[in-house]
């Protein structure tokens, strides 16, 4: 009996040893996967952390190198150090804890970290900023062939943009963000946002505030300058310079923190200030209710030249009262008017308004042709200048910035009228020049 119980447990012993012995064979696997799984992650987080240090969170009101220097780093490392040509705005380090060896920074895996972001293509051609950061994985292998992987300008291999990167036998175990391999368009970062004013100004002539305290901003008697709180360049300190007409002050900037003002144009002070936070693709409007206008006879004249070619003889009116003698068609006239007046321009033979608008606080030409006049493209494309603002016979029709895929825009322009373009110090560009056909102007 003593020899059969002993039997029985040995038995029992080797199958206990059989079953941990299969156990074994599935569970190791399973441990080294979850390893991977866990490895794979912290460097999915590594990753996360350069990408936010580069652009910041908004959610957080943060904004990275980017916003801070006004740039994308040229290479990771100026991340961690300030890059050699000292530029305004770094507040780094903006990583911590990261390996570097040979001024290379390396991931958890041992291999060189692989930042994309490529320069703009030359305009007309626009397109969103990219940017992504890649691991070569365990393998540590990848089509990127670059010497540094981690300089932007030097990227070699499938582009995180082509559908067919995640295929790619080198970039099989490769570890991104964010997960382009997923979706391609997630390589796109918009790193622009749009500033948008509205301006109603409270006109002090006793007709009007009568009727309605405030009217629709008057073009011409506000400036507003932007500036940048981290990046001003001592050369060009302004991120924009516009001279305000409704419609008109709208303004791309990359995302950061900016200092913006509104002063009576050509004056040093302002009447109105904010410190403003620019989110990457976000609009972020004000709207102001101002003083500064008087459009009585308080202020000096100017005058309104009104070219007439519409076939019919018009009146133009200042207030509901003639503003000049009727002017035949074809003919010119320049009576003068007071600035920031409502103006009407009728029909003498009908009495039937065929234009209103608000007088600038500028000598103004109108021109009126006998049904739709031509209409013709201008497009200005910016690489070189902050921001540049486009007027249409004196009154701001828009801006074009030097960033992302807003560098470029095209703008109706009517035969006829006269451009000019001013930079971010309101310097002009070029001289004036009229509109005769379409055109296109690179800066």
């Known amino acids: 009996m003593k020899n059969s119980a002993a039997g029985a447990s040995l038995l029992e012993i080797i199958l206990i040893l059989t079953v941990l012995a299969v156990m074994a064979s599935l569970f190791v696997p399973l441990a080294s996967g979850l390893v991977d799984v866990q490895r794979s992650n912290g460097q999915t987080d590594e990753l996360k952390a350069i990408y936010t240090a580069i652009v910041g969170d908004p959610k957080s009101n943060t904004f990275g190198y980017l916003g801070d220097v006004g740039f994308f780093p040229s290479s990771l490392l100026d991340l961690v150090q300030r890059p050699a040509w000292n530029p305004p ?16 920074l390396y991931d ?3 291999g060189a970290v692989e930042y994309f972001q490529p320069a703009p293509p ?7 900023d990219q940017l992504a950061l890649i691991s070569k994985g365990p393998d540590r292998s990848s089509t990127n062939t670059a010497t540094n992987p981690n300089q932007s300008g030097t990227f070699n291999g499938t582009l995180p943009s082509n559908s067919g990167y995640g295929s790619a036998i080198s970039n099989a175990d490769n570890i991104v963000y964010p997960a382009f391999t997923d979706n391609t368009n997630l390589v796109n970062y918009q790193s622009l946002g749009t500033v948008v004013f509205n301006i109603n100004d409270f006109d002090e002539n006793t007709v009007v505030a009568n009727a309605v305290n405030f009217m629709p901003g008057c073009a011409g008697v506000y400036d507003i300058i932007i500036s940048s709180l981290t990046h001003p360049d001592p050369s060009y300190p302004n991120e924009a310079y516009i001279t305000y007409a409704p419609g008109g002050a709208s303004v791309d900037l990359l995302q950061g923190n900016y200092l913006a003002k509104v002063m009576i144009s050509g004056s040093r002070y302002a009447l109105w200030q904010e410190q403003i936070s620019v989110q990457p693709g976000k609009t972020l409007t004000r709207n102001l209710w101002l003083p500064g206008v008087n459009s009585s006879n308080l202020l000096s004249t100017v005058g309104l030249t009104i070219s007439n070619n519409s ?3 018009l009146q133009p009116q200042q207030y509901g009262s003639a503003l000049g003698a ?3 068609s074809p003919g010119t006239s320049t009576p003068l008017a007071r600035r920031c007046a409502r103006i009407n321009v009728q029909n003498s033979a009908t009495n039937a308004i065929i234009d209103s608008f608000i007088m600038p606080n ?6 009126y042709v006998t049904g739709s006049p031509a209409v013709y493209t201008l497009t200005v494309s910016n690489t070189s200048i902050n921001t ?12 074009v910035g030097m960033r992302g895929n807003k560098r470029s825009k095209t703008f109706s322009i009517k035969s006829g009228d006269v451009i000019t373009i001013r930079d ?3 310097a002009l560009v070029e001289p004036a020049f009229t509109i005769v056909g379409n055109i296109t102007k690179n800066y």
């Not at 705005?89 to 290379?104: F, H």
């Not at 030359?122 to 969103?128: F, W």
């Not at 500028?362 to 021109?367: D, G, N």
């Open 89 to 104: 705005g770094w507040n780094g380090p903006y990583l911590s804890n990261v390996r570097i060896e040979n001024g290379i």
């Open 108 to 110: 958890q895996l041992g």
């Open 122 to 128: 030359l305009p007309p051609t626009v397109a969103t």
């Open 311 to 313: 076939g019919v003889s």
């Open 326 to 328: 009727v002017i035949a």
């Open 362 to 367: 500028f000598s103004y030409i109108k021109r």
């Open 388 to 399: 540049l603002a486009i007027y249409d016979d004196g009154v701001l029709t828009g801006t």
């Open 424 to 426: 971010d110090n309101n």
